[in-house]
């Protein structure tokens, strides 16, 4: 079964570096998301991806956040300089809509920032 | 204004017992999904079920279905014959223009958390 996969599982960093969270979407899925989940709150949406370009984003994904699809395989989410508020889970995700109308969501990263 | 509400936030049922987990949604968008995911405490989200809103028939997939009110706007989700695994936080969302293609963002709810007691 094909899935969402995300590393790392687990990140830790100091306040005001730069973390990169590595996904890589189902292939032949066309369309890639990034989601946050603060501990114990709702899933909220930041960023859509097609066509290596954003389609969307939310009032979240400020100029401290930015997306990348490097190759043909990777997407990732880049946050420039952490604050505490960042620490979170981050849940990429990808649909096709050749393959159902679901979202595929990776295993998350739990993103700590100290 | 909420898109998606979960009222309540905790639920508890008997194995073997079924259980319903209530959702209401609000759009003005005709074609819309609805979707169930499910999260156990090691994180990751796990899609349940879908009802798209031209759809005729509930859902359903094994033990689990949606109960589609498209009136009432609402899309609970109802599990059969509870098990001990089933316990975990439970997402009702949407994504609103399907027929636009495969690209809009899902919405969703602020979760219920189920126990099921032994």
């Known amino acids: 079964e094909p899935e969402v996969t995300q590393t790392p599982s687990h990140q830790v960093t100091q306040m005001g570096q730069e973390v990169i969270l590595r996904c890589v979407p189902i292939?032949?899925?066309?369309?890639f998301y990034w989601y946050r989940q603060i501990l114990g709150q709702k899933v909220e949406f930041l960023v859509s991806?097609?066509?290596?370009?954003?389609?969307?984003k939310s009032e979240i994904f400020d100029d401290q956040f930015s997306v990348e699809r490097p190759d043909g395989s990777n997407f990732t989410l880049k946050i420039r300089s952490t604050k505490l508020e960042d620490s979170a889970m981050y849940f990429c995700?990808?649909?096709?809509?050749?393959?159902?109308?679901?979202?595929?969501f990776g295993q998350g990263t739990r993103l700590t920032v100290v | 204004a909420q898109k998606i509400t979960q009222t309540q936030p905790g639920m508890f049922v008997q194995e073997k017992e079924a259980v319903t987990l209530d959702c209401t949604y609000d759009?003005?968008?005709?074609?819309?999904?609805l979707f169930w995911y499910k999260q156990p405490s090691s994180g990751e989200m796990i899609f349940l079920i879908y009802?798209?809103?031209?759809?005729?028939q509930n859902a359903t997939e094994g033990r689990y279905s949606l109960n589609f009110q498209k009136a009432r706007k609402s899309a609970n989700l109802v599990i059969s014959a509870s098990q001990l695994g089933d316990s975990a936080m439970y997402f009702c969302?949407?994504?609103?223009?399907?027929?636009?293609?495969?690209?809009?963002?899902?919405?969703f709810g602020t979760g219920t958390k189920l126990q099921v007691i032994p």
């Open positions: 995700a990808s649909t096709s809509p050749n393959r159902g109308p679901e979202a595929f």
């Open positions: 969302a949407m994504r609103e223009g399907m027929e636009s293609g495969g690209y809009q963002k899902v919405t």
């Open positions: 292939s032949n899925h066309l369309y």
């Open positions: 759009t003005s968008d005709p074609s819309y999904g």
């Open positions: 991806f097609y066509n290596n370009e954003i389609s969307e």
């Open positions: 009802q798209g809103s031209y759809d005729q």
